[in-house]
């Protein structure tokens, strides 16, 4: 089998859709742009990636615990994380056209200049300077550049007033933080230990984009793992090897991953250390997922502006001290991107003027949203019942597809472009041997096994 081209972004669109995996948001209505809703496969692979992550994070470890926080915090929560009064892009405005762009990306996209760090002033007087045109219109009509707050904020009960104000939470740390006190007095967990959530996150982005990369509306999973801070550069390197694990786990290749060193001046407000974990995409390589030394930031905002003791004692040592936390945080859409990525192939299959292009998602079998596609090879009614009762073994174990339309042929290519690992085929023979044929998607090799032994063939290509 010979690869072919390499995949794109229009590529995996379009499979997505197609298949079912993600569609643009109330597409009867227009659309709305850069919302994204996951269809009958997407929600099987979101599942199957935040199923995976938390056995690896939260079920396999014994200094790990889940939680599920609210996504409408108290007010306060933001205003001590310091999101209220930092968490925000500059942008400017064309005068001509009137449409908005993020200042840093304008920049960046037209000299190349990294500006993050840089104040509103210095970032307007580069677009003067630099005499930067409008990327729409093309005229140097520019306001200057100002703060655009990213929290979307919305109003508790009927009143539309300042003290009802609240805000969708932009990352699902906080929760975390400001339950540290509760999950350390109903557990008997004691430093080192981390607590694991996957949540929504919501962030009113100044220009979304590049499919489901960049969305108002996606998902997180963090940890925030609470340390000794004389020991956060050690916890920091085991975190980092943790998240590489994952990354091969779903089936991310080496050559696609670079870690990149955030400098000081580009850090979060809360972080002493970053790291980006970066991903080749085809539109240029970027963040997937980050690792932060976050130290003490948060829990002591937190202890100043509620007033409740958040201090540590230790229990053998009877040290005490504010808990250091690292951080490794990972966005479900972005890993879920970066899974079709690495798993979509095209190959060259057949030979002399049979050539045909298979197009299927090498996905990791936890990933895949089908594990086993059950298809009989007719619409024949014994063929068909054989096969319901075959999809009745299985399905208290797998996640099956059941599809008796098309010809073989062309169901065993859906369900390639799909990433099921195995299709199972009931054919006429069947009704005599009992015994079906099981259909590997990357080998494309078939094996006969009775369905007295099924589950247990199974069971071994699934441990
Ligand atoms: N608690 C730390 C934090 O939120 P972040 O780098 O801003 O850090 C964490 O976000 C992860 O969430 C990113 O690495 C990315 O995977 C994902 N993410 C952030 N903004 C996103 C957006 N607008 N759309 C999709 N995913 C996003």
């Known amino acids: ?105 304008l920049v960046e996209d037209t000299t190349g200049e990294d500006v993050e760090g840089k ?56 929760g975390i933080f400001v339950n540290f006190k509760n999950v350390l007095a109903s557990t008997r967990k004691r430093i080192p230990f981390g607590i694991g959530q996957i949540g929504k996150a919501f962030r009113n982005e100044v220009t979304p984009g590049n499919f489901v990369f960049r969305t108002r509306e996606f998902e997180q999973m963090e940890i925030e793992y609470f340390i000794n801070p004389k020991d956060w550069e050690k916890s920091f390197e085991f975190w980092l090897k943790e998240m590489q694990r994952f990354a091969k786990a779903i089936g991310l290749k080496d050559e696609d991953i670079y870690l990149h060193e955030i400098p000081a001046e580009k850090r979060a407000h809360y972080s002493k250390r970053t790291i980006d974990v970066e991903f080749k995409y085809p539109f240029g390589t970027k963040e997937l997922w980050g690792l932060a030394y976050r130290t003490d930031y948060d829990l002591s905002h ?75 090879l007719s619409k024949n009614e014994d063929l068909i019942s054989k096969a319901k009762e075959v999809f009745d073994l299985l399905k208290t174990s797998y996640m099956c597809d059941y599809d008796e339309t098309q010809s073989i042929g062309k169901r065993y290519r859906r369900q390639d472009e799909i990433g099921t690992p195995y299709c199972v085929t009931i054919d006429f023979n069947t009704l005599k041997d009992n015994a079906v044929t099981v259909r590997d998607r990357d080998t494309m090799k078939q094996d006969r096994v009775g369905i007295g032994s099924l589950k247990e063939y199974l069971g071994e290509k699934f441990c």
């Open 1 to 105: 089998m010979e690869k072919t081209e390499k995949v794109t972004m229009e590529k995996i669109q379009s499979l997505a859709k197609q298949r079912g995996f993600i569609y643009p948001s109330s597409e009867i209505y227009g659309g709305f742009a850069n919302t994204w809703d996951f269809g009958p496969l997407g929600i099987e692979l979101k599942n199957n990636i935040k199923k995976l992550w938390w056995q690896h994070f939260v079920q396999e470890r014994m200094d790990m615990v889940g939680l599920d926080s609210a996504i409408i915090l108290n007010p306060k929560v933001w205003e001590a994380s310091g999101h209220v009064g930092g968490f925000a892009d500059a942008l400017v405005d064309c005068l001509n056209c009137k449409l908005r762009f993020r200042a840093d990306h």
């Open 119 to 174: 104040s509103l002033e210095e970032i307007s007087r580069i677009i003067q300077k630099d005499k930067i045109a409008c990327p729409n219109c093309k005229s140097i009509n520019w306001t200057d550049a100002r703060s655009f707050g990213l929290m979307f904020k919305t109003y508790i009960g009927v009143v539309e007033d300042t003290k009802s104000a609240a805000y969708l939470r932009p990352e699902t740390a906080q």
């Open 302 to 376: 937190h202890e100043k502006a509620s007033g409740e003791d958040i201090v540590y004692v230790d229990p053998v040592t009877n040290q005490k001290f504010i808990p250091h936390v690292i951080e490794p945080t990972f966005g479900v859409e972005r890993t879920m991107l970066v899974a079709l990525l690495s798993a979509y192939e095209e190959e060259e299959i057949g030979s002399g003027d049979k050539i045909e292009i298979r197009t299927v998602l090498k996905l990791p079998k936890e990933l895949a949203p089908y594990k086993i596609a059950i298809l009989p």
